[in-house]
Nanobody, 120 residues
Framework: QVQLVESGGGLVQPGGSLRLSCAAS????????MNWYRQAPGKQREFVAR???????NYADSVKGRFTVSRNNAQNTMYLQMNSLKPEDTAVYYC??????????????WGQGTQVTVSS
């Protein structure tokens, strides 16, 4: 089994910062691209940031210059450093990854999400 677990969400004031983590565990052979998505109340889930196994990144226009995605391949962990947070960043943030298990099975996995609320 493979599991993705997000952490680090919470309540922060506008202009503040948070760092989210996504830890993958289980019978993992390798992890390809890892992504962050978010879903605000009443809205569709949207792409936030992506990082490949080689470290290439790209971002949604709405977070460019404020969010930074990184990963630690040795620990199967991805991070999202969020700075200059705005109320419109309020959402549940989800981790997503393409993972190949040791038995050869490959699939796309989702975490359960972590709530980020930006409010004064």
């Amino acid at each position: 089994q493979v599991q993705l677990v997000e952490s680090g969400g919470g309540l922060v004031q506008p202009g503040g910062s948070l760092r989210l983590s996504c830890a993958a565990s289980g019978s993992i052979f390798n992890i390809n691209t890892m992504n962050w998505y978010r879903q605000a109340p009443g809205k569709q889930r949207e792409f936030v940031a992506r990082i490949t196994s080689g470290g290439f990144t790209n971002y949604a226009d709405s977070v460019k210059g404020r969010f930074t995605v990184s990963r630690n391949n040795a620990q199967n962990t991805m991070y999202l450093q969020m700075n200059s947070l705005k109320p419109e960043d309020t959402a549940v943030y989800y981790c997503n990854a393409d993972i190949r298990r040791r038995d050869g099975y490959a699939a796309n996995y989702w975490g359960q999400g972590t709530q980020v609320t930006v409010s004064s």
